[in-house]
């Protein structure tokens, strides 16, 4: 039976130009044919770039999602608006990650930025990785039953995710 309320995520990082847009695809594509209620997933970030990363929309393409026209979203765009579950996807070595006030809950699935490799052979296969990566997360985060989770379940589910899978 589905939820005639989506569960919201949102996808944050600091340039919303490669692992938060790959999420936000992930989530929306997968997402909207979850059995126990679609979800609906948006993403942005602390300082946008001025695109969308081309190894991003190329790797989705790859796996048969069409992402051309995206724009890096501000965090000040999506302000206000309510969300169940915020994930940050930041590298905690190289970045500060945005935090974002009345979310439900909040959790932190660091990764390195694919973007870092300039090379195009090290670029393709990072982003493979990253998308790999956040398929295996964003899967076992929708075979979760998101709407019967209180926050803090909500909380300790997700964040299990990033520490074991």
Same mark, same amino acid.
């Given at each position: 039976m589905s939820s005639a309320v989506p569960f919201r995520v949102l996808v944050l990082c600091t340039g919303n130009s490669a692992r938060s847009q790959i999420a936000e695809a992930?989530?929306?594509t997968r997402g909207r044919t979850r059995a126990a209620g679609a979800v609906e997933a948006e993403? /942005? #970030?602390? *300082?946008?770039?001025a695109r969308?990363?081309?190894?991003?929309?190329?790797?989705?393409?790859?796996h048969g999602i069409a992402w051309d026209g995206r724009v890096p979203k501000s965090i000040d765009e999506v302000a206000g608006r309510p969300f169940d579950l915020v994930i940050t996807v930041c590298d905690?070595?190289?970045?500060?990650?945005?935090?974002? /006030? #009345?979310? *439900?809950a909040q959790v932190h699935w660091?990764?390195?930025d694919p973007a870092d490799e300039?090379?195009?052979?090290?670029?393709?296969?990072?982003f493979g990785e990253t998308y790999a990566e956040l398929e295996r997360r964003i899967d076992a985060l929708l075979a979760l039953p998101l709407e019967a989770l209180d926050d803090s379940a909500l909380r300790a589910s997700a964040q299990r995710i990033h520490d074991t899978v």
């Open positions: 992930l989530l929306t993403s /942005a #970030g602390s *300082r946008p770039a969308v990363n081309p190894h991003a929309v190329d790797t989705l393409a790859a905690n070595a190289h970045e500060a990650c945005p935090f974002f /006030a #009345g979310a *439900r660091g990764l390195p300039t090379e195009p052979v090290a670029a393709r296969r990072a």
